[in-house]
């Protein structure tokens, strides 16, 4: 993650900071992957160029040849808030040369649960119980690393279009909003110590 919202190649060599007071009205929409799971409906994921403005963005460059992506995508945040719990919503979007924007995954984590621990059952990523013992309340204004797997994909993306990590802090027509009221902001960290990276799993 770069200055002036760009999603770079290169680590950081300066440090930099991006705050965002959490939207809590962005959303994915009412047809999307989760509803399905209730109901069986179609999924459907409008163009989330009006989206954009309500969400921390990190946009790269067009891409010189197609890309294929293939399997987990992983985000790792150097994360600080200004609550003692919240949520993180982390989106992977295709953003055409037209400036349309396609939804590609999506991961999220209640913050209460970003240590790691033994899992009752093995995924990929890092393993985290979600018991009430092993949830941890925030500090606010402490940085922490905070890793996390977004769902597993396969797509191809054209050349001209542009890769763009998206982050949330709520999806209002899906969840239940953490913490349940007030203002929340966040913090992401970018610098050669902290550098808060997307690591994709790419199909030569």
């Not at 295709?94 to 009752?120: C, I, K, N």
């Amino acid at each position: 993650l770069a200055p002036e919202a760009q999603l770079a190649s290169a680590p950081p060599t300066v440090v930099g900071s991006d705050r965002y007071d959490v939207d809590f009205t962005a959303t994915t929409g009412a047809a999307n992957r989760w509803a399905t799971q209730r109901d069986g409906s179609d999924v459907i994921y409008a163009d989330r160029a009006s989206e954009a403005p309500k969400l921390l963005t990190y946009t790269s460059e067009p891409l010189p040849e197609a890309l294929r992506v293939v399997g987990h995508p992983v985000i790792r945040l150097y994360l600080s808030t200004t609550r003692e719990d919240g949520a993180l919503f982390v989106y992977l979007e295709d953003v055409a040369p037209d400036g349309s924007v396609t939804y590609v995954t999506e991961g999220e984590l209640r913050l209460l649960h970003r240590r790691t621990s033994a899992a009752p059952y093995v995924g990929f990523g890092p393993q985290r119980s979600f018991l009430r013992a092993d949830g941890a309340p925030l500090v606010p204004g402490t940085t922490e690393l905070v890793e996390l797997t977004l769902l597993p994909v396969s797509v191809l993306m054209g050349a001209g279009h542009r890769l763009r990590v998206s982050v949330a802090g709520h999806d209002a027509d899906t969840f239940r909003r953490y913490p349940d009221e007030g203002d929340v902001e966040l913090t992401v960290e970018r610098s050669p110590e902290r550098a808060s990276s997307l690591a994709l799993p790419i199909l030569r």
